[in-house]
């Protein structure tokens, strides 16, 4: 249906430009020499020196980085079992339970996540003494949870998608189950697993609220940090540090991209050679 | 063929092991938590750490269950926080319809776009939502300032003499939020535009139906599961939002998230904070399960 003016196509790039120009104002602001956010008084790269000479944000960076990385890594793990298990197993006793639990972490408010993940810690470290404090760990088991739920959902997906009988092909040919596993389903899902890890890491590094409440004293995260930070004003500083998340963040997403459909190309042109 | 019934026994052996990993899992660190929630909502609030009384306690051999119904008459009796909830509902309803109204012509733009570009127009949306949500709130502090972007540039063009108070105000925490969850209503409607079949709206065209007739009988009903998982997406969310209105927001906006951090980071009474967040799972318990059956039929999961 070829259209000379459609309504949806002026809203989708109204709606575009309402998502970058913001963005797109603060990394040219980071630039700016005045302290004064507003007023433009020449280019300057100073909030970016100030910035990296901040101890105590560069000490958040590394800590966010490191529980984001942890998080990920054991949150892809749990949800390929996950995935495993929703997809292969249609039925077997509380289902209904397992995807609830899946699901419900996706919409449930941070305010309430963290909240009760709070008292679970508090509540076990006073009947078993673990986790004895709260810091880096209960962090990290709070942002595997959430990210549990997206990376399944990811992950799952794809593995509903997979043509069987491939699996079924190379239990033919005598590979075992678990070398089956590892040698032709985790292959054929690993560009659902690499966006899923990607996913996780970011909203891990993303979260402010759930960390909030689980962490300890000496274990800020970032935006914990820049939290605090904004909530007393706007600072350039920030804006430098917006503009590095910006483009940190935009280089993985393109390459990630790119990646998956390089991916894919290549899956779907050597499957129409055989 | 002798390999369907070993393919039935994937991994048999360590079926059961796989399976109790993410249940336990989910079990220990997502289901058992509210359990707690609602224990520590009948506690009394008390100068301890932690600052609430224990529910059982042995005392000269008898076991003591102190439940008390006390955090919730509290609720009950503040109009504060019935005015809280019914301030999040109400901005919660607001944010998902505008989302809805931005967000539905985005994802059909994309969705009838050629396909080889669909992927790089849906990627164009969803960027910034991986970009650092606190950054994105901050972008708009910047711009909704007295002193700010905005308020500056309307008064060089004339158009105001007297900045207009935008930020810390109910506005503000508006544009905020519809920023911030636009990508989560666009995402699954996409998901659900690009499956529907052409041929009906070309059998709808030759019986001479026009666009927008062809709109509200055709494609309007069948996107009914993406309108419902678009706005549960956005809708429970925000009713817990905390981030936004507290950057954003002023004294009129009393959301609920919010006033469960104050009573839980600032009055330190946590079985109040517990009794408001229960209240706040019951009042989302339809959504949510709304929001699961469309998943499952959807077939997300």
Known sequence: ?274 | MNTYPMLKKFLPQGRYTLMAAPFLWLGVFFLLPFLFVAKISVAEGALAIPPYTALFEWLDGVLNIRVSLYNFQWLLDDPLYIQAYWNSIKMAFWSTVYCLLIGYPMAYAIAKAPRDKQTVLLLLVLLPSWTSFLIRVYAWMGLLKNNGLINSALMWLGVINEPIQMLNTNFAVYIGVVYSYLPFMVLPLYANLVKHDNSLLEAAADLGAGHIKRFFTITLPLSMNGVIAGSMLVFIPVVGEYVIPELLGGTETIMIGKVLWQEFFNNRDWPVASALALIMVLILLVPIGLFHRIQNKEGGL
Not at chain 1, 167 to 179: F, P, V, W
């Open chain 1, 1 to 274: 249906m070829a259209q000379r003016f459609s309504f949806s196509r002026l809203m989708f790039w109204v709606g575009i430009a309402f998502l970058y120009v913001p963005m797109l104002i603060l990394v040219v602001y980071s630039f700016n020499e005045s302290r004064l956010v507003t007023v433009w008084a020449g280019f300057s790269g100073k909030w970016y020196v100030e910035l990296f000479q901040d101890q105590q944000i560069m000490t958040a960076v590394w800590r966010s980085l490191q529980i984001a990385f942890l998080s990920a890594s054991a949150a892809v793990v749990l949800a390929v079992l996950g995935s495993l298990i929703m997809v292969r197993h249609r039925n077997f006793k509380g289902r209904t339970l397992f995807s609830g639990m899946i699901t419900a972490p996706l919409v449930m408010p941070d305010v309430i996540i963290g909240l009760s993940m709070l008292l679970l810690f508090v509540a076990m470290g006073q009947m078993i003494g673990w986790p004895a404090n709260r810091g880096m760990l209960t962090v990290w088991i709070a942002h595997t949870t959430f990210c549990l739920a997206y990376s399944t959902v990811v992950i799952s997906s794809r593995l509903r998608e997979m043509d069987r009988s491939l699996e079924e092909a190379s239990l033919d040919l005598g590979a075992g189950q678990i070398g089956t596993f590892f040698s032709v389903t985790l292959p054929i899902i690993s560009p659902a697993i690499i966006s899923a890890w990607l996913l996780s890491f970011t909203l891990s590094l993303d979260d402010v609220v759930i960390a909030s409440f689980v962490t300890g004293p000496g274990a800020t995260t970032l935006p914990i940090e820049v939290f605090s930070s904004v909530r007393l004003g706007v600072t350039p500083k920030i804006n430098a540090l917006a503009t590095l998340i910006i483009a940190a963040v935009s280089i993985v997403a393109i390459a990630s991209w790119y990646f998956t459909k390089r991916m894919n190309d290549r899956v779907s042109t050597q499957l129409a050679a055989s």
